[in-house]
Nanobody, 116 residues
Framework: QVQLVESGGGSVQPGESLRLSCAAS????????MGWYRQAPGKEREFVAA???????NYADSVKGRFTISRNSALNRVYLQMNNLKPEDTAVYYC??????????WGQGTQVTVSS
């Protein structure tokens, strides 16, 4: 079964940046949309950003202008550049692959902590 592996998280101060990466454990065909979600302690998982195969992007209002999603379709990788991080961005971040055959199961996520 394909697994998603997220990386790039860490602990930073407000205003700093991080770049998250996500890769599938093996080649996945028919990927339509790649995206990122996050889950803060005690809260439900929420949408962060997504990008279609044609490069159309969509962002949650809370991250617009600060986060940028990109993808390398040939490598089945998706990235999330996060600038001007805020304490409210603290969460576990998960990538999301939607294929023609359905959703790839969630990975373990990567922890992002923003604190002074």
């Amino acid at each position: 079964q394909v697994q998603l592996v997220e990386s790039g998280g860490g602990s930073v101060q407000p205003g700093e940046s991080l770049r998250l990466s996500c890769a599938a454990s093996r080649s996945v065909s028919g990927i339509k949309t790649m995206g990122w979600y996050r889950q803060a302690p005690g809260k439900e998982r929420e949408f962060v950003a997504a990008i279609t195969g044609g490069g159309i992007t969509n962002y949650a209002d809370s991250v617009k202008g600060r986060f940028t999603i990109s993808r390398n379709s040939a490598l089945n990788r998706v990235y999330l550049q996060m600038n001007n991080l805020k304490p409210e961005d603290t969460a576990v971040y998960y990538c999301d692959f939607i294929t023609a055959w359905g959703k790839v199961p969630w990975g373990q996520g990567t922890q992002v902590t923003v604190s002074s």
